[in-house]
């Protein structure tokens, strides 16, 4: 199969982590008989620094027409004083709205084989960490109308969080159906007992759940969300949530699995056109010392394999790749424990690919 990807690697980190992900999607290509064709595009600060922008008009309709994206990571201090309308993170948000990627899937695993690399106490772990956070990905207070203005004398900053039936419908939806094929639990978390967003979220998830009799569904709030997934991860399969609320509970899930540099995650539109990338950021302060982790990158181009190539047995070979690898003891420093294998982030891609079958 001949598939075009366009390949966003962007600052810090992205380059050298986007690197070893292609080194493994080679290796695919190779084993399997199929041709990835890449193009690459410039996001974030070096776009910035390039073109004034964070992304170009001909770096989006290269997105646009790409089967699917491949991100590494955008951002750093350098440009952290950029005004709003040109942050690299607005080249992200736009590109997740112009693909109309509303599904985030950001699946959470504990690797038998790092447990020792969770903060968590070996009790609370006991019962394993197997879930997926479905984050809903371009509503809410990421874009809603903004502005700062003076009022009764003041300054006064305005951000608006607004969420429609059917935004919350196909989301619910995308959950509902991640939820079938995996333990047939949905956690939805909201803020009902304040937001009313939070309360049109509730109904709309009552009504779907109704169409899903199969899965066991609860409402849960987002606070005590955030300290159930501290105190007893093993009871989430499947959680959905809107946008800022996935966004942090995200981040804390990771963290449960020792390191963040373990995490792929999937955006994905209506049709089979997708964006992937690790969920960790450009780790300026590692940035071109070969000591990243590209497991995160890897494992997202497996899911990118799964959910926009249809490319099940390849996605699964590369996730079997990773496992065997780490199995055999070899670690990058972020994962790294006393009497295992110390390598590179290029000695890791290299390990993976080899590993593939
Ligand atoms: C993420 C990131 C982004 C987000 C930032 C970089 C805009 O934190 O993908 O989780 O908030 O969505
Ligand atoms: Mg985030």
Redesign the pocket.
């Known amino acids: 199969m001949v598939k075009k990807i366009t390949v966003l690697s962007g600052d810090g980190i992205g380059p050298e982590i986007i690197k070893e992900a292609i080194k493994v999607l080679d290796k695919v290509c190779a084993l399997y008989g199929h041709r990835f064709e890449y193009t690459y595009v410039d996001i974030g600060g070096c776009s910035i620094d390039k073109y004034g922008v964070p992304i170009t008009d001909k770096g989006m309709t290269l997105c646009k027409s790409a089967d699917a994206v491949l991100l590494g990571?955008?951002?750093g201090p350098k440009w952290d004083s950029c005004p709003p309308s040109i942050r690299?993170?607005?080249a992200?948000?736009a590109v997740?709205k112009e693909l109309g990627l509303f599904a985030?899937l950001?699946p959470t695993r504990l690797f038998s084989q790092l447990s020792g690399a969770s903060p968590l106490k070996p009790a609370v772990i006991e019962g394993g960490i197997d879930l997926v956070i479905v984050?809903e990905?371009t509503g809410g207070v990421?874009f809603g109308a903004r502005s700062t203005k003076e009022e009764n004398g003041e300054l006064v900053a305005h951000d608006d969080m607004n969420y429609s039936v059917h935004e919350i419908e196909r989301i619910g939806r995308v959950a509902f159906e991640t939820a079938m094929k995996r333990r047939k639990k949905l956690a939805s978390v909201d803020k009902a007992n304040v937001l009313d967003t939070s309360r049109l979220w509730r109904k709309v998830m009552h009504e779907l759940s109704a169409e899903y009799p199969e899965v066991e569904y609860s409402d849960v709030l987002v606070d005590s969300t955030a300290m159930q997934l501290i105190r007893n991860p093993a009871t989430f399969d499947v959680l959905v949530t809107e946008?800022?609320f996935?966004?942090i509970l995200?981040?804390e899930a990771s963290m449960l699995t020792g390191s963040i540099g373990m995490m792929p995650?999937a955006s994905l539109s209506s049709g089979t056109q997708g964006m992937y990338?690790p969920?960790h950021?450009s780790a300026p302060d590692i940035a071109g010392q070969n000591l990243a982790n590209p497991i995160g990158t890897i494992l997202s181009a497996a899911m990118m394999l799964r959910y926009s190539f249809g490319m099940a047995t390849e996605a699964d070979a590369i996730e079997n790749a990773v496992d065997a690898v780490l199995t055999d003891g070899y670690r990058t420093g972020d994962i790294y424990s006393e009497g295992m294998k110390r390598v590179s982030c290029t000695e890791m891609g290299t390990l993976v690919a080899n590993y593939l079958k």
């Open positions: 990571a955008v951002g690299p993170e607005k992200l948000l997740r985030n950001r984050r990905l990421y946008n800022m996935g966004d995200s981040d995650s990338e969920i950021g």
